[in-house]
């Protein structure tokens, strides 16, 4: 009877204990996060939209998480009328609302001035946990190139580096704890 | 260095410039604006609406661009373009950017920086001819940077066109 006892208070205590004691906050929220929206890129009003279209396909192919589609995530924007260059708290839990989202990317570029004929632009991203508003993933990746080609190509270039970024980021946590 | 290993990259600056000038230099890039959703049609024909513009562009260029889409779409053969009537999907292009640059500008600068850029941005919707709904809506963004005697605009409409040409043909195609 004793010995019973002890098997099944040691297995209470192993269910209690943390599965991955090493798991920070942050790779937790990731691998919680089942669906994401990303907003549109602001910054440069003339590359935009190409930043956006390349972050959401390239982000479309992680088969960890399904991304909401780009013109519902602009239907909503449009729906809440929120303004996308100045995003708050309140914006990130309605958006998250209204797409049945776990987590909001809130996109950036930015043109890079550079000597002589140099074109650079970055491409800056953060994921956001609408329970409590906490930055889970961040990135500033950029894309230069010399002479001709266009800038906007070489946004398009920034965001598919960022969200490679983050796709990469996800496998590596999906691989180390959920084997 | 030697006068030979010097004569080489001298050969070849020569070439890399005479590359550059002769062949229009530019590029093209594709924003989804709205991804194609499903077709309710088997058919698998696209046909060409006249082209029309929300800016200032020549009436001889938008039939040039609605002239080059076709063909491209004909050679292409990933689908059947219909030209007299409507196919299953039709492609509505509109012009929303049209710049011609300065084509000096961009000879002098041989693609240095965007110094006399010329580009063009088109609107292209897809919808569906039986239920005449919207499936989907691209942006695509040619420009001519450089190119002989500073390239002409052809080349940013071409760069625009291959980008809707390869979409259509990777989400309607079945060859």
Known sequence: ?179 | MTRRSLGNIITLCFFVFIATTLTGCGTGSTAVIKPVSDLKNNSRSVSVNEVSSKVAVPEKALEQIRRVLINRLKNNRAVDVVTDGDGAVILDVEVIRFETGDQLARWVSGGGGEMGKGEIILETTYIDSRSRQEIGKIKTHGDILAGFFGGSMDTAYSNSIQEIVEYTAEKFGDR
């Open chain 1, 1 to 179: 009877m004793k010995k019973i006892i002890a098997i099944l208070m040691l297995g209470l205590f192993l269910l209690n204990q943390d599965a991955y004691p090493d798991m920070t906050e942050n790779e937790k929220a990731i691998l919680d996060t089942k669906v994401i929206a990303c907003l549109p890129f602001t910054g440069e009003a003339k590359y935009n939209d190409f930043a956006t279209s390349s972050f959401w396909q390239k982000l479309s192919k992680n088969k960890y998480i399904n991304v909401v589609e780009i013109d519902k995530v602009q239907d909503a924007v449009d729906d809440l009328q929120i303004n996308i260059n100045n995003i708050s708290d309140r914006d990130i839990l309605e958006i998250s609302k209204k797409l049945k989202c776990d987590a909001v990317f809130k996109c950036s570029i930015e043109k890079v001035i550079v000597p002589l004929i140099i074109k650079e632009i970055n491409a800056e991203v953060e994921l956001i946990d609408p329970d409590g508003f906490e930055v889970i993933f961040t990135t500033k990746q950029s894309s230069g190139q010399l002479v001709s080609i266009s800038l906007e190509s070489i946004a398009s270039d920034a965001a598919k580096n960022a969200a490679r970024q983050f796709n990469l980021k996800v496998k590596k946590i999906h691989r180390k704890y959920n084997k």
